[in-house]
């Protein structure tokens, strides 16, 4: 199975979820476009990862310029058509990390939500907790919604708001998949501590959602 992890802003923790998800899962992970390469999304997951190097798949792309991808891609000379893109070949589920927001550019006329699109594949939401989160949520979900994008359901990353929260779900009526806690320290060891919780909030969930073997 595919899933595309999308967040509803910059920086909101979609690697480390990723990363997480894929430890409880036993999934690989893919980034297709890395902007930037001091320190790559898919060097990260590899680290955190059990046996991490044969788990994270090689970008289509990596530009070397830590921008949005059309602006990098530009920089570069690159061309990005994610419709010729080569998959990983993998026996075990895939989890797809995108870049920035929902409708963050992946090339100079197109968006993240176009490539999950086109493929058809099923989303997970990253989400975090802060003023103005809920209408960067709901309009998220929106948009997924106007392309028939499937969604899971949005994982929290850090702490928890009760309030915001809860209108989200009744709003979009969508669930709660996982929450991501926050990690004082990064590594293999951390990430595997809460896979447990996480695995077990997976199969609980109302779409028995991912179809993973434990």
Known sequence: MKIAILGIHTGIGKTITAAVLAEAMGADYWKPVQAGVDETDSGVVKRLLTNGSERVHNESFVLTQPLSPHAAAAIDGVDIDYTRFDWPQT?????????????????????MADFVAHYDLPAILVVQNYLGSIN?????????????????????????????????????????VARIPHFDKLNNEAIKKCTPEIKQTLLNSKHSLFGFAI
């Open 136 to 176: 960067h949520t709901l309009l998220s979900i929106e948009v997924l919604k106007s392309r028939r994008i499937h969604l899971l359901g949005i994982v929290i990353n850090g702490p928890a708001n009760v309030a915001s929260e809860k209108f989200i779900l009744q709003y979009a009526n969508v669930p709660i």
């Open 91 to 111: 026996d075990k589920s895939l989890l797809i990390e995108t870049a920035g927001g929902v409708l963050s550019p992946m090339s100079a006329n197109t968006t």
